[in-house]
């Protein structure tokens, strides 16, 4: 394991420790997982098809992550349920993995496996707010029950379609589900995502994420990519808000989670 691997794997096993036996007070055994994650990930064509098959490899290696497989382990269920759904316009939200109990190594792989032969499709517009509808309409719908029920939502850009980003967070406020953000970033010409002229991460702030402790990590290379999705998940799954130093920022910076880029 990489250097990085084993601090945030120890940085995490150690926020959960912190924070678990408070968070589980009220613990019942009418909970089957921790926690019940869907991760949102936009495939419209602002993002090209090399781009959405990079997206797909970031997540696959995170989630067959030997940090993601402690955190998951590391719970008091030793269980997650997730799925991975592929999203664009307002009606096009697709299932890529349906929902999977991932307790094991073994089964975070063959999950991974699953993301990663399902057919990748398209779509032409960027309506994150019918996104987040569908994703909160999986949890309600699923066989599944957590204490913590969480929307992981990527995009390279603002909404330009479909249900006002204001309903669909007040409709996943009234399903205690909360929504963090991974803005995908460039200021370049790059083929990994396209130039955007404006504060992509401050907008995921104060229109998409939404919830107790919710917070937007944004990345801006491949690399940054890869390394936010793995953070992100193992945040997640440990039940805990990220700190400075595992933003990737200066702690003496005011604690304002939008404004905690990764390091370029």
């Known amino acids: 394991m990489t250097g990085f691997g084993v601090c945030f794997g120890a940085a995490a096993a150690a926020l959960f420790a912190a924070g678990a036996s408070a968070q589980y007070d009220d613990f019942t055994y009418d909970y089957d997982v921790d926690v019940e994650l869907v991760l949102a990930v936009d495939i419209s064509y602002s993002v090209d098809e090399e781009e959405a098959r990079r997206q797909r490899e970031g997540y696959v290696a995170a989630l067959a992550s030997e940090d993601v497989i402690r955190s998951i382990q590391g719970g008091p269920m030793g269980r997650i349920a997730v799925t991975y759904v592929e999203w664009a316009d ?21 999950f ?89 991460d401050g907008y995921f702030e104060e229109n998409v994420i939404t919830g107790p402790g919710a917070f937007v990590l944004p990345a801006r290379t491949e690399a940054e990519f890869r390394e936010a999705i793995l953070r992100k998940l193992v945040i997640e799954i440990a039940g805990a808000l990220p700190s400075p130093e595992e933003l990737g920022r200066d702690p003496a910076r005011p604690a304002n989670v939008s404004e905690t880029g990764l390091a370029p």
């Open 90 to 110: 307002s009606g096009f939200q697709r299932a890529a993995a349906d929902w999977t109990v991932i307790a094991s190594e073994e089964d975070a792989l063959e």
């Open 112 to 200: 991974a496996a699953r993301v990663a032969a399902a057919p990748l499709e398209r779509g032409h517009y960027t309506a994150i707010g019918a996104a987040i509808a569908d994703s909160v309409q999986r949890i309600e719908s699923n066989p599944h029950s957590a204490p913590r029920r969480i929307i992981d939502i990527s995009g390279d850009g603002p909404q330009n379609q479909g249900l006002p980003l204001e309903q669909a967070r007040a409709r996943a406020d009234a399903a205690g589900v909360v929504v963090n953000g991974l803005p995908v970033i460039s200021t370049g010409n790059g083929r990994w995502v396209r130039p955007v002229e404006m504060n992509l």
